[in-house]
């Protein structure tokens, strides 16, 4: 491979694309040297207690709830065998595709004073209001159980694979030493797949860190409502940013605990083949706890609230599907197909980049474009308007002082920002997928390829793309999924009068029109089936290998 060369477009490219996604984040941090004394002193004195205790208490619960869920599930598919398991270990991670703010919306039209549940109670038992007591959904144990039931996938994937590729000589070891049952599991099998249960459970944490929807429905004073709140409310922009630097700043302490926490595991294979443990049969009656408890997640994070939005959609559907509903899907899928044509674009360009040359400094680079991943879209919306509103001015200046004439917002009012915040926030869904392709690739092509006269861009023209059609278009569909169910970036970002479905679906929830959220929102969750079934079909097929 070729050294580094700074003559080469490559690097060039590289060097431009990743300052342009970096700078966003950059912003946030440089707002800290703004002087905003008035506003933290009335933070201070009103939510700002509120905002630390809410964001790390449901941060920190989510996290134990979904390692509790994800690891206990992943260990049940990865080391028994039990009628039902093959159809199970993919019907757990229906409830990815399900965005929590709308389990929030449908969970509360049904458990509310006024849902179907407690007015049949009263109905049932005439009781009237104060003479039961019923779990209030619109709570932090609400809040945190919506978002644990959607985000334990995260940790069961990779409890699952690492559960899985665990080698039959270590439990084979152990039973000679008589270590068995949930010894062996607390004392090998755990501390072996540590690492990846860990990067899960950050997953799930940076995601509740995150959320928007679900804490503003329910009323919960997190650092996400605050910047809201500061931002609309109070009209302070650099106000609104420093509030982001501390939840940014949460959210790398996180991932240095989580990189931390694996500092000193780390291990090899010997060399030798090795197969995976042979499942454990189960006893009839264990088999019907194991099926059970596989099934209740899919239950709750899935089935009751997709069968749920379904009646409600079909009561709505002749009033809700009109002109302006075909506009709302229409916008919002060229909106989540440019962001992912536009992401997988830089992705190829990053991976591509590092592959040709191995430098310190592009890896850091292409790091440092890709953290927007780990970061709050609340953030990175913020830390976008205050890029582009300098652009506009600057230009708009210039403009004034040349032509005597304004050009208005070209940048920071249209879906330019919105497009720019998708590609800090998304890129790493597409970079993962397409590095893991070219990864795949034998670097002898490239040198056959070269020793041929092909330029670098001809070959990923020519051999990589063809190669890596099907890990382009897994991120392809990542990326576009995960736009379409974005929200917090989209209500601060999108120009005057455009919506999307994930908007839309939130302004009628805040109005308390859950019936006719129904119809948007589950368009949006049967559109997140798909990188459910591409994940399984992933899974699936690195089983096989």
């Keep these: 491979m070729k050294k580094s060369n700074w003559r080469e477009p ?38 700002l207690s509120d905002y630390v205790y809410h964001s790390l208490f449901i941060a920190f619960s989510v996290g134990a709830l979904t390692l509790l869920l994800g690891t206990g599930l992943a260990w049940l598919i990865a080391r028994y065998e039990f009628t039902g398991r093959q159809t199970l270990q993919w019907l757990i991670l ?13 969970y509360t039209g049904m458990l509310d004073v006024a849902g179907p549940i407690q007015s049949q109670l009263r109905i049932t038992f005439d009781w009237s209001y104060h003479d039961y007591w019923f779990p209030d959904v619109r709570s932090i144990g609400g809040a945190i159980t919506m978002l644990s039931l959607v985000l334990y996938p995260y940790v069961y994937m990779l409890a699952r694979t690492a559960f899985s590729e665990q080698s039959a000589s270590f439990y ?43 804490v503003q429905y329910f009323g ?44 000193r595991l780390k291990y090899f294979h010997q ?10 049969h189960l006893s009839p009656i264990k088999r019907i706890w194991a099926i059970l408890l596989c099934l209740l997640p899919v239950l709750f994070g899935f089935i009751i609230p997709t069968v749920q939005l379904s009646v409600w959609a079909l009561g709505r559907v002749s009033t809700q599907v009109d002109e302006q509903f075909i506009n709302l899907i229409w916008n919002s899928f060229y909106l989540a197909a440019s962001a992912a ?40 919306a913020i830390g976008v308007m205050l890029m582009l509103s300098a652009v506009d001015d600057a230009l708009n200046a210039l403009t004034e002082y040349v032509f005597d004439t304004s050009v208005g917002l070209i940048f920071s009012g249209t879906l330019v920002a919105l497009l720019l915040a998708y590609s800090v926030r998304f890129l790493a869904v597409a970079l993962h997928n397409v590095e893991a392709g070219l990864q795949r690739i034998k670097p002898s092509m490239d040198d056959a390829a070269r020793s041929m006269g092909l330029s670098s861009f001809a070959v990923l023209k ?10 382009v278009l897994s991120a392809i569909l990542l990326v576009f999924v995960d736009v379409l169910k974005e929200l917090p970036a989209t209500l601060i970002l999108r120009p005057f009068n455009f919506n999307t479905l994930a908007v839309r679906t939130f302004e009628l929830a805040s109005e308390e029109r859950l019936q006719d959220a129904a119809v948007p929102a589950i368009t949006i969750v049967l559109v997140g089936l798909l990188p459910v079934f591409l994940l399984t079909r992933a899974l699936e097929s690195n089983k096989k290998k």
């Design 172 to 214: 084979e070891a152990s039973r000679s030493m008589g270590v068995s049952g949930t010894a062996y599991f607390r004392r090998v099998a755990f501390p072996l797949a540590r690492p990846a249960i860990l990067t899960g459970t950050a997953l799930a944490m940076m995601e509740a860190f995150a959320d928007y929807g679900t």
């Design 220 to 263: 919960i004073n997190t650092f996400t409502t605050g910047i809201f709140r500061t931002w609309n409310g109070l009209g302070n922009a650099i106000g609104a940013a420093q509030l982001a630097a501390v939840l940014t700043s949460f959210v790398l302490v996180l991932l240095l605990l989580e990189k931390h926490s694996r500092r």
């Design 462 to 471: 020519k051999i990589h793309i063809p190669l890596l059609r099907a890990s």
């Design 94 to 106: 229906l409830p990815m595709a399900m965005p929590a703010y709308i389990l929030a919306y449908t």
């Design 271 to 280: 060399g030798q083949a090795h197969h995976s443990a042979k499942r454990l």
């Design 10 to 47: 490559w690097m060039w490219a590289v060097t431009v694309f990743s300052l342009l996604l970096a700078v966003p984040v950059l912003l946030i941090f440089a707002s800290l040297f703004v002087p905003q004394y008035e506003l933290w002193q009335h933070l201070y004195e009103t939510v």
């Design 341 to 380: 044509l536009i992401a997988v674009g830089l992705a190829l360009l990053f991976a591509y980049a590092k592959r040709l040359y191995h430098h310190w400094s592009l890896t850091s680079q292409v790091q440092l474009a890709s953290l927007g991943y780990a970061i709050p879209g609340t953030v990175i």
